[in-house]
């Protein structure tokens, strides 16, 4: 690994996760369902030794104060990166907004938005919480 990814938070990890996101991408192509890419990225997060969890409950709060709404994220690796599929032409702001806000509101550091419908290649940006 080289210096620069180093010194970024749960930089090898994201590594890791972006590497298995790009193998589902390579053996399945764009144009599926995003159920089909959950279930194809999960099994190969499972055959690499990642530890992730799907659809996990997470609380949420305002001011303190746990919130009855939760939030069900596509995936969380490694316990503490959020990691949202889409299978759409391409990410858009809303798609970051979003992500941003469930970073926000469960604290969680990393985030990855994961895009497998774009024609030429796996689609993906990484993103950082202000509170790290």
């Known amino acids: 690994m080289d210096g620069f990814r180093s010194r970024e938070p749960l930089a090898e990890e994201g590594y890791r996760l972006v590497g298995a996101a790009m193998e589902v991408y390579n053996e399945e192509g764009a144009g599926l369902t995003e159920q089909i890419y959950q279930e194809c990225l999960e099994i190969e997060l499972h055959l690499r030794g990642i530890p992730y ?38 990410l858009e702001p809303e798609h970051e907004s979003q992500l941003l806000n ?9 985030g990855y938005l994961l895009n497998f419908s774009c024609q030429s290649d796996l689609q993906w940006k990484r993103f950082l919480s202000g509170a790290l």
Not at 102 to 110: D, F, G, I, N
């Open 102 to 110: 469930y970073m926000h509101l469960t604290h969680s550091p990393v």
């Open 53 to 90: 969890d799907s659809f996990r409950e997470l609380r949420t709060f305002y001011k303190g104060r746990e919130l009855k709404k939760r939030y069900i994220p596509d995936l969380i690796v490694y316990e503490r990166i959020i990691a949202e599929l889409k299978a759409v032409k391409s």
